[in-house]
């Protein structure tokens, strides 16, 4: 009977959680949290600190900054920085800090009033180097209770062994295999820095969801609330942007190089989130501001032709304000049903019409169509493409009328990858055995897994998720060896924000036959 209990009890301990359920921050915790980390306030108005008579932003003097990113307090050029947590700063016996200064326990009155008068609960005087705030009561109530969470508000996926990792991506059987040999070099990088002692001791686990794009939302939400991952990389979210942004935003989770065409931007940033290469709208914002240079904006008679699609207007709609944003005086907008498009009719019509330059958003059939029909009539306008729309094969039906009147945009080019990067490349798929079918997504993938790797390093043993986003914020021209040199900021989440600008010979049957980097705000 003894020995059968004794093997019960140890059953259920293996069969049970290793680690217990985080509980999530409450909203008001979270705000909180953001004064403590960052000085932000819930209003969204400039908090503001004061040192003597000096009055300066609430950001530039957060909490954190001395007292540490759990509280714990920091010693730093002789100056020490108290114990920030609530069972620190409540303990009923009270405290003598350092040179003797004794004071009771603090509540949260006595709390507030040392915030905003610096004095303690016993009416000393706190040092000279601890600022007072003026602050809302809102945000001091919040401070509080973050205050009340700190010393238990640990991140998940996060140990003294290991660091656990997520990644999203398409069904393994779709789009010929990609979402596999995306899912493959990713474990394969991994398991190199793991075989190298990992990250200051830590070794990295990779938890992979594959799924649908309908499915892309619940499968990060699964990744962040079931698999606990401390951070995500890579992975595929076209087409479920929004819900993506929004979870890493409301999780407060960083994402670093998710692959798509649509990134989300806006201000405030979302900090969460960092792309790496610019998508479809800011390439079209490149090259309106590359055709500005070629041509008089005031004189050229611009169309923008678009099929009528969602996807397809938001792209157009970023053209129409950048050509209003750069002067151009005639510009019209064309959108048209695919299942009725007829090039001839679009190009006898812009014929007529004197139009010489035109954006267009279409895919590789329809240009390639028009092109054609241009050629048949003898009208060669200027034609700006997105090169992820309309594919490498619109080099085949560029005529030498065209020479120097077609132009595309890309995300990167070939000349991005270095012969450093194109050895490890190469060397990780030979030592794992992998196939190369998929060269571009394997790339984009080692170079966000490269960039995350470098950051969690620059972090050091001492790693949260908030010291992970500001490390990548600091991030300025890093070189993956595998796509266009990589820079972060406060404000900027898109590492290469901007887009090269190529060209074809037809007669040489160059493409690209010359490049063009063009960087946008």
């Known amino acids: 009977m003894i020995t059968r209990f004794i093997l019960v009890f140890l059953i259920a301990i293996a069969s049970s959680p290793s680690t217990p359920q985080r509980r999530e921050l409450t909203l008001q915790e979270k705000r909180g949290k953001a004064f403590y980390l960052r000085g932000e306030s819930a209003s969204g108005q400039e908090i503001t600190a004061m040192m003597g008579e000096v009055d300066v932003p609430a950001s530039t003097l957060t909490c954190a900054g001395c007292h540490g990113n759990r509280g714990q307090g920091i010693t730093e050029g002789g100056v020490t920085a ?70 238990t508000d640990t991140d998940p996926g996060l140990t003294d062994t290991s660091i656990v990792l997520g990644t999203v991506l398409p069904e393994k059987a779709s789009l010929n295999g ?13 398991a190199e820095i793991n075989s190298r002692g990992g990250i200051y001791n830590r070794k990295i686990e990779l938890r992979v969801m594959y799924g649908d794009s309908k499915s892309t939302v619940s499968n990060v939400k699964h990744l962040i609330d079931d698999d606990q991952v401390f951070a995500i990389v890579s992975g595929m979210t076209a087409g479920a942007e929004d819900g993506v942004a ?25 900090r969460y989130i960092f792309y790496l290469l610019p998508g479809l ?27 009528e699609t969602e996807f397809n207007r938001s792209i157009a709609t970023v053209i129409e304000e950048q050509t209003k944003k750069l002067r151009w005086s005639s510009v019209t907008s064309n959108y048209y049903s695919r299942e009725r498009f007829s090039a001839a009719e679009f190009v006898n019509d812009a014929h007529q019409k004197s139009i010489d330059t035109i954006f267009f958003l279409g895919a590789g059939p329809e240009a390639t ?64 055995k992998l196939g190369s079918s998929h060269a571009a997504a394997q790339a984009s993938a080692i170079a966000a897994a490269r960039i995350l790797v470098h950051a969690l390093e620059l972090c050091g043993k001492d790693l949260s998720r908030e010291r992970l986003v500001t490390t990548l914020e600091g991030l300025y021209e890093y070189d993956t060896g595998l796509m266009p040199k990589i820079t972060f900021g406060p404000n900027r989440r898109i ?5 090269y600008v190529v060209t074809i010979d037809p007669e040489k049957k160059l493409f690209p036959a010359s490049t063009e980097w063009v960087a946008v705000e």
């Open 246 to 270: 929004a979870l890493t935003q409301e999780k407060e989770i960083p994402l670093v190089g998710p692959s798509t065409l649509l990134p989300q931007r806006g201000l405030p940033v979302n």
């Open 178 to 190: 990609l979402a596999q040999s995306m899912g493959d070099v990713l474990q394969a990088y991994f």
């Open 82 to 151: 108290g114990n920030m947590s609530w069972s620190h700063l409540t303990k009923p016996y009270g405290h003598t800090d350092d040179g003797g200064r004794k004071h009771p326990a603090f509540s949260e009155s006595s709390f507030v009033r040392v915030m905003t008068t610096g004095l303690d609960p016993a009416g000393n005087k706190l040092a000279v180097a601890m600022p007072t705030y003026r602050m809302p009561h809102e945000d001091m109530q919040n401070l509080i209770a973050y205050l009340k969470r700190i010393e």
């Open 369 to 432: 169509a028009i092109l054609r029909e241009a050629e048949a009539v003898g009208w060669t306008p200027a034609v700006y493409m997105m090169g992820s729309l309309v594919g490498r094969s619109i080099g085949d039906a560029v005529s030498v009328k065209m020479k120097n009147k077609v132009f595309l945009a890309f995300p990167t080019v070939p000349a991005d990858v270095s012969a450093a990067g194109a050895a490890e490349y190469s060397g990780l798929l030979q030592r794992h």
């Open 495 to 499: 590492g290469a924000l901007g887009a």
């Open 281 to 307: 709208k800011e390439q079209a914002r490149a090259l309106v501001t590359f055709a500005a240079k070629k041509s008089d904006a005031g004189g050229a008679r611009v169309a923008i032709v678009s099929p």
